[in-house]
């Protein structure tokens, strides 16, 4: 605000215009209670408030509160422009500044100097950012479920949780992930995914191989059923180094998960004679390694499945929690994303084939949001920020005469040299 001191016996009462308060910021926090991104479809737009104005006797304006988010655990963000990874939100109460609030416009109380006491000058609060973002939920499990579609995955979740995934004789039958707690009788459990099946390809894309891959990232153990029946005329080996390599190519670092092999639907004719053939095979295997174990299960007649579960909590217990993505990419750039403004450029030109000169940038079209052209001072001090910066230099070199129109968003003005 541009004020001024008037008071009875006062005769040199100099400027009094107070600053503008902080504008909010965004900011996304995870909120244990929710399960999904479901509330994001109906609701898409999120605006802080504005600080409120500096007032006379050089009383500042009221700061804005940030704006909470409420995100699942396990929300991956990322900027939907450029891609870049901004956070992951893991555990209860993580907090991710998204869109940082502006400070507020200084009064003219600040700009009083012994060649100007009584300044007309104040500016505009700083523009905030804005930002379009991606939000992903990948699923928090201990242990993940992997494999060719139809190979038992759901059934061998149903069979030990208390999850009811669909169960149908055809391929792609899971199109979400399901999760489910497997509780051992010593008292240990964990968490098991069930997630959607792979196909060659998956990893560009191919099938549901993406919305598979991503959920993978967050386990720890992974059981990788293998069909023995044969019915399909698939050869097991061959199942077992396709999924391996689709893994490899989404993510090398998921080939490190301790992985078993689980034989499924040993309860069929067929079984043991293909089981003893692939069992020859994985000796020669050099894709992983560490030679996975190799497990007989039956969920339907539940042959095995005690061994299994002890097998795999006891590998839980030994393995550690892998990085995900986004925190790898702040291991090897050394911080997580945050606001800089030195990424700023400071100014662009260009000229329009109206002959009009643009000029554009980050650093110079903040300063214009911030100038109160109600004001001439605020003007003429925009004017000296402009030559500062080079803009009349780099002008002039560009061919700008005297009269040319140069614009600046909607505002125009005439180059004067």
Known sequence: ????????????????????????????????????LMDFRYHRHFKAKNGGNGMIKGMYGRGAEN??????????????????????????????????????????????????????????????????????????????????????????LAAVTSAKPKVAAYHFTTLVPNLGMVRLDDGRDFVMADLPGLIEGASQGVGLGIQFLRHVERTRVLLHLIDMSGFDGRDAYDDFIKINQELKQYDESLLDRSQIVVASKMDLPTAAENLQTFKKKMKKQQI????????????????????????????LDKTPVFPTLAQRVQTTEGKMYQFDGDKQSDFEITREPDATWVLSGDKLERLFKMTNFEHEESIMRFARQLRGMGVDDALRARGAKAGDHVRIGKFTFEFVD
């Open 288 to 315: 992983l390694t560490v030679q996975p174990e190799i497990l007989e299960i039956s969920s339907v007649t539940r042959q095995g499945l005690q061994e299994l579960l002890i097998k795999t909590v006891t590998l």
């Open 67 to 156: 704006l909470y988010v409420s995100v699942p655990e396990g929300t991956t963000v990322s900027d939907e422009t450029t891609g870049e990874v901004l956070g992951d939100l893991l555990h209860e109460g993580d907090e991710l500044v998204v869109a940082k609030g502006g400070r507020g416009g200084r009064g003219n109380i600040h700009f009083a100097s012994p060649k100007n006491p009584a300044p007309e000058i104040a500016e505009n609060g700083e523009p905030g950012v804005e930002k379009v973002l991606k939000l992903e939920l990948k699923v928090l499990a201990d242990v993940g479920l992997v494999g060719f579609p139809s190979v038992g995955k759901s059934t061998l």
């Open 1 to 36: 605000m541009v004020a001024f001191r008037r008071e009875k016996y006062v005769p040199n009462g100099g400027p009094a215009g107070g600053d503008g308060g902080k504008g909010g910021s965004v900011i996304l926090k995870v909120d244990e209670g929710l399960r999904t």
